[in-house]
């Protein structure tokens, strides 16, 4: 096994496979040849490495990319991180229309692949048969967490998955674009495939109105969706009880079928980055992207403060001067929000991606959108609004864990591959797959890692594993399997705030 990975012939670093002492020669493979390079001091698993003299100013590329000048002349051998490595980011940019030559390509669709899934009477499809409960405002989580315990309780041996409740604390006193944003989540959230039925609860004086969700939410099949406003009725517990049942009794309904690959739609994800996330987990996620997406299926990637630095990437690959132009207001829109609120745009990697050998936002980003695969930009969305459009679609969403995860699920994600290198228990409204990038963590937290990348580093091929989590994700969404988070009811929804609260 080697000591250290060269990710591009122009790269100017390796990364450290394991923990190299000073005085030890790293072996690495550059254009097949081997090599090795002397540590010129300690560097920690998953950081960088210099392959050859740097001058200060000079860029410093990884991924055949700059990921930030140096602010030090650099030696061959040295530690590559925050004490001599800095971001080269800055503003607002202006883009220019460059799409790629082979834009129109996308990967050979290969065997035609399927799933045992759920299809509801509006052709969308599900790969679970759950009943949610969602709360118009947060004074009234209490009562809907209640009443999802009691209903699992009598209905637990019906057709039905489970009956799930999203605790927020938002709908109530807020105003504008903020409100807005609660609004058009939830009802996005109460059209999801995942869920048979749904019941909207409120409590009647927010400014949240059920009448409003009703018109967000639109035309559904009759029996779909219950209404109830606590407020109104003496005892809101039975009264929801017995509309709950309603939906069990629509649920039992649908049974599982074979559904086309081309029905799911996979959202994307990373958290709690690390130096190998672009090396092993986020690559794999963008081979899966393309299996999805060659399928005639949907890929939906976030996380926006974490595309800067590598958006342009993105740009090459939109469908046309339309989505071009989305992608760019994207991105801009974003800095705008960084600087609308006093912050600095590039206030990014956190400190336990920079544990993890991460040193700037463009090292960050480079490895982030990795997730979106080659697959082209079909579709630029809004916070809230669900996908319409099969291909990689991109979401208005900053890069905290829940807040993404819920804007996925929105937009109508079956499930979410969420790739990590320091881990995390959490869990979305829909089926989250945590993806370790190193054996360690899997080995460590086998109760929240569901498939280890790391095996990556230690002699498996990308087509192998990727086969083998495609299996995986088809078995997922047939039921066969489940998610840690499900086994483990972890499920939350957090909710973007941009607003006054009254």
Not at 25 to 45: L, N, S, T
Not at 336 to 348: M, S, T
Not at 358 to 376: P, W
Not at 436 to 462: C, P, Y
Request: charged share 25%.
């Amino acid at each position: 096994m080697n000591d250290m990975i060269v990710l591009h012939p122009k790269d100017d670093v390796g990364i450290a496979l394991k923990p190299l002492a000073a005085g030890e020669h790293a072996r690495c493979v550059i254009d097949g040849k081997e090599h090795a390079f002397e540590a010129r001091e300690d560097i920690p698993k998953g950081h960088k490495l210099a392959l050859r003299p740097i001058e200060k100013g000079s860029h410093v590329i990884k991924f055949g990319y700059s990921i930030g000048v140096a602010t030090a002349a650099i030696e061959p051998g040295s530690w590559i991180h925050t004490h001599n490595l800095k971001s080269c980011l800055s503003g607002k940019l202006d883009y220019e229309y460059r799409p790629s030559s082979s834009q129109t390509v996308q990967p050979a669709p290969g065997e035609r692949r399927t799933f045992q899934g759920y299809i509801r009477e509006d052709g969308e499809a599900g790969i679970r048969n759950e009943i949610w409960i969602i709360n118009t405002v947060g004074c009234i989580n209490k009562t809907c967490e209640l009443l999802a315990r009691m209903a699992n309780q009598q209905f637990k041996d019906r057709g039905i998955d489970g009956v799930y409740h999203f605790p927020h604390p938002y709908g109530c006193s807020q105003l504008g674009d903020d409100l807005q944003h609660t609004q058009q989540l939830l009802a996005s959230l109460a059209k999801h495939g995942n869920a048979a039925g749904v019941l909207i609860i409120g409590l009647g004086c927010e400014n949240n109105q059920i009448d409003e969700m009703k018109a967000l939410i639109g035309p559904v099949p009759p029996g779909r969706v219950k209404y109830l406003r606590t407020q109104e009725i003496e005892d809101e517990l039975e009264a929801g009880l017995e509309l709950i049942e309603e939906l069990v009794d629509y649920a039992e309904q649908f049974k599982r079928t074979e559904v086309p690959l081309s029905k799911l739609r996979v959202g994307l994800k990373c958290g709690g980055s690390d130096g190998l996330s672009g090396i092993t987990a986020n690559p794999l996620a963008g081979r899966i992207a393309d299996a999805v997406t060659a399928q005639g299926g949907s890929a939906l990637l976030t996380e926006v403060p974490e595309m800067f630095g590598a958006e342009t990437i993105l740009m090459e690959r939109a469908a046309d001067r339309q989505v071009f132009e989305d992608i760019t207001q994207l991105i801009n829109g974003f800095k705008e929000y960084f600087i609308r609120h006093g912050q600095e745009v590039y206030e990014n990697p956190s400190p336990g991606n920079k544990d993890g050998g991460i040193t700037t936002l463009e090292e960050k980003s480079l490895g982030c959108t990795q997730k979106g695969g080659r697959a082209i930009v079909t579709d630029v969305l809004k916070y809230g609004e669900r996908s319409v459009k099969t291909g990689l679609n991109l979401i208005e969403a900053p890069g905290n864990d829940l807040v993404s995860v819920t804007a996925l699920s929105a937009a109508g994600a079956h499930l979410v591959l969420f790739t990590t290198g320091r881990g995390t228990p959490f869990g979305g409204p829909v089926p989250t797959v945590k993806i370790s990038t190193n054996s360690q963590l899997a080995a460590r937290k086998s109760h929240w890692i569901d498939f280890n990348a790391g095996v990556l580093l230690e002699g498996s091929s990308m087509d192998q594993v990727q086969e083998e989590l495609l299996d995986y994700i088809i078995d997922l969404a047939s039921g066969s399997r489940r998610t840690n988070n499900e086994k483990h009811e972890f499920r939350e929804i957090s909710i973007f705030k941009d607003g006054v609260i009254l």
